[in-house]
C-alpha cells in the first residue's frame, strides 16, 4: 500500500527524470498500485519510465484490466517480454481478460515450455485447483541424496515461484513424497532424500474448487500445497499468494451477492460498469417486490379501517430482513470457511431457532407496545396480533436464513445466491399476508366494519 510519504515524492517529482529514478527505486507492488491510479492517459507514460527488471516486476502486481491497457499500447517485442517473464497461472489469469485473437497471437509468440505450461492452465476449468495452480515448482527425483538435491536446486530451480517445499516423484511424475528446504539444510549431505522427506503428503488434485483449496491450506498452516491429475501425478502447486487472492475474491463474491450485486465490481468501476452490475439485481428484485405488493393489494380496505396498520407494516419488514439476513450472512460466513457443512444444518437451526424464540420474544413485545402507543383505544386489539405476527416472521427468517443456503451448498450451487434482498423479499411477502390475514379475520369476529 502506498504511504502518504512515497505519494507525496510521486507528486513532487517535477521532471521525468526524477520520476523515472522515483519508480525504478520502490518495490514492484507500490508502483504497481500508482500507476494503477493514474488516469487513463498517464499510464504508458510512466510505465515506459521503468528499466526491463522492474517492469517485468511491476505488471504482474497490475490489475488484468491495466494489463490488457498497456499490451495494446506497447510494441509487440515488450509485450512477448513481459508475458514471458510472468508466472503461468497470473499469465493464465490475463489470458482470460484478453479478446482471443490477442490470446492467439501471444500464445505463439511464447516460448514452447511457457506456452505449454499457459496452456495446460487454461485447460481447466475457472474455479478449480488446475486454473489457479502454478506449473513452477522444485521436483526431486526418489534416488537422490540432500547433497545432489541442493545442488539441483542452485542450478535448475533458482527462477521457480517457490522452493520452501521440494515434491518427491518416481519415475512416472508420480507424487510419493515431501521435503521441506529447512530439512535439506540442516542435513547431512550423503543422506537420502527418502529418508527425511514425509510420505505424509497433503495434496488436492486438479479439479479440486478453489475455495476447497483454500480452506485445506489454512486447516494444515501450509505455504504451498501440490496439485495432482486422476493418476496422482505432479502437475503444479498453489502458494499461499494465490490462496490469498481467493480468499479475497471470495470474500468479495459473496459480500456482493447478498448485497444485490453481480460480478466483481470494484469501488472505482466506471459508471457503466456499475450500472450494468447492479442494475439487472434491482429490476429482479423490484419484480419480486411487485408481489409482495400484490400480496397487499387485496387488503387495501382493511388498511383503510385500520389506519395504524400503515405505520406499523414497515416495522415488520425492516425488522424481518433483518433478522433472516444475520441468520444467511453467519450461515453462508460458516460455509464459506469450512467452520460447517451442510450435514449440520439441524445443529445450526436448533441454535438459530433457540436464539430466534429469545429474539422474537423481545421484537413481539417491543412491537406490541409501539402498537399500543400508535394505535387510537379502538383499535388497540391490533397490539396482539402485531406482537404475534412479529414472533412468528422472526421464526421464519432465522428458519429461512439458515435453511435455504444449506440446502443450495447441499445441490452443490453457490450459498450467496440467496441474497439478502431475495430473503427480504420473501419474509415481507409471508409476513405481510399473515398479519392482513389475521386482521381481517379479526374485524369480522369483532363485527368491525372492514
Known amino acids: 500500500m502506498l504511504t502518504q510519504d512515497i505519494r507525496n515524492s510521486l507528486i513532487e517529482a517535477t521532471d521525468l527524470n526524477r520520476l523515472k529514478w522515483d519508480l ?5 507492488v507500490d508502483v504497481g498500485e500508482y500507476i494503477t491510479q493514474l488516469p487513463e492517459q498517464q499510464r504508458a507514460i510512466a510505465f515506459r519510465l521503468l528499466n526491463k527488471g522492474q517492469a517485468i516486476d511491476v505488471f504482474e502486481y497490475l490489475p488484468t484490466d491495466v494489463q490488457e491497457e498497456l499490451i495494446n499500447s506497447l510494441h509487440d517485442v515488450q509485450v512477448v517480454q513481459l508475458v514471458e517473464a510472468m508466472s503461468p497461472d497470473e499469465r493464465a489469469e490475463l489470458f482470460d481478460e ?3 485473437g490477442v490470446v492467439k497471437r501471444l ?32 521436483r526431486l527425483r ?3 541424496t540432500v547433497g545432489e538435491a541442493l545442488s539441483k536446486i542452485r542450478r535448475q530451480d533458482e527462477d521457480k515461484e517457490s522452493i520452501y517445499y521440494a515434491y518427491v516423484t518416481d519415475d512416472n511424475r508420480t507424487l510419493v513424497r515431501v521435503v521441506s528446504l529447512r530439512q535439506l539444510l540442516f542435513t547431512f549431505p550423503d543422506v537420502l532424500i527418502r529418508d527425511i ?4 503428503v497433503i495434496k488436492v488434485r486438479t479439479e479440486t474448487s478453489q475455495e476447497e483449496v483454500a480452506q485445506i491450506m489454512q486447516r494444515y498452516d501450509l505455504i504451498a ?31 456482493q451477492k447478498l448485497a444485490g450485486v453481480s460480478g466483481d465490481e470494484d469501488a472505482l468501476s466506471p459508471p457503466q460498469v456499475t450500472i450494468r452490475k447492479r442494475l439487472p439485481w434491482l429490476l429482479a428484485i423490484m419484480g419480486l417486490y411487485i408481489g409482495a405488493a400484490s400480496a397487499i393489494a387485496p387488503f387495501q380496505s382493511v388498511i383503510a379501517a385500520v389506519p395504524v396498520l400503515a405505520v406499523i407494516m414497515p416495522i415488520f419488514s425492516n425488522t424481518g430482513g433483518t433478522v433472516g ?32 424464540l429469545g429474539t422474537a420474544l423481545a421484537l413481539a413485545v417491543t412491537m406490541i407496545a409501539l402498537s399500543l402507543i400508535w394505535a387510537r383505544p379502538q383499535e388497540r386489539w391490533v397490539a396482539l396480533v402485531a406482537g404475534m405476527v412479529m414472533a412468528t416472521n422472526t421464526i421464519v427468517a432465522v428458519t429461512l436464513g439458515t435453511l435455504l443456503p444449506m440446502g443450495l451448498k447441499r445441490l452443490k450451487l453457490d450459498p450467496a445466491l440467496v441474497s439478502g434482498p431475495l430473503v427480504t423479499t420473501m419474509l415481507d411477502t409471508i409476513g405481510f399476508l399473515t398479519f392482513l390475514s389475521l386482521i381481517s379475520v379479526a374485524l369480522k369476529i369483532l363485527h368491525l366494519p372492514s
Not at 469450512?338 to 430466534?356: F, H, Q, S, W
Open 197 to 200: 522427506a514425509s510420505d505424509r
Open 142 to 144: 526418489e534416488g537422490l
Open 225 to 255: 500445497i501440490p496439485v495432482v491429475d486422476r493418476e496422482d501425478r505432479l502437475v503444479g502447486i498453489i502458494t499461499i499468494d494465490d490462496v490469498m487472492d481467493i480468499l479475497q475474491e471470495e470474500a468479495t463474491e459473496d459480500i
Open 98 to 100: 484478453l479478446p482471443a
Open 325 to 356: 439476513i444475520q441468520a444467511l450472512t453467519v450461515t453462508i460466513r460458516g460455509l464459506g470457511v469450512g467452520e460447517v457443512t451442510p450435514k449440520d444444518t439441524m445443529k445450526i437451526l436448533r441454535k438459530e431457532l433457540c436464539a430466534g
Open 24 to 28: 525504478n527505486h520502490l518495490q514492484p
Open 107 to 138: 500464445l505463439q509468440q511464447l516460448s514452447s515450455e511457457q506456452r505449454q505450461a499457459t496452456a495446460t492452465i487454461l485447460g481447466y476449468p475457472e474455479g478449480t485447483a488446475g486454473r489457479v495452480m502454478t506449473t513452477e515448482y522444485v
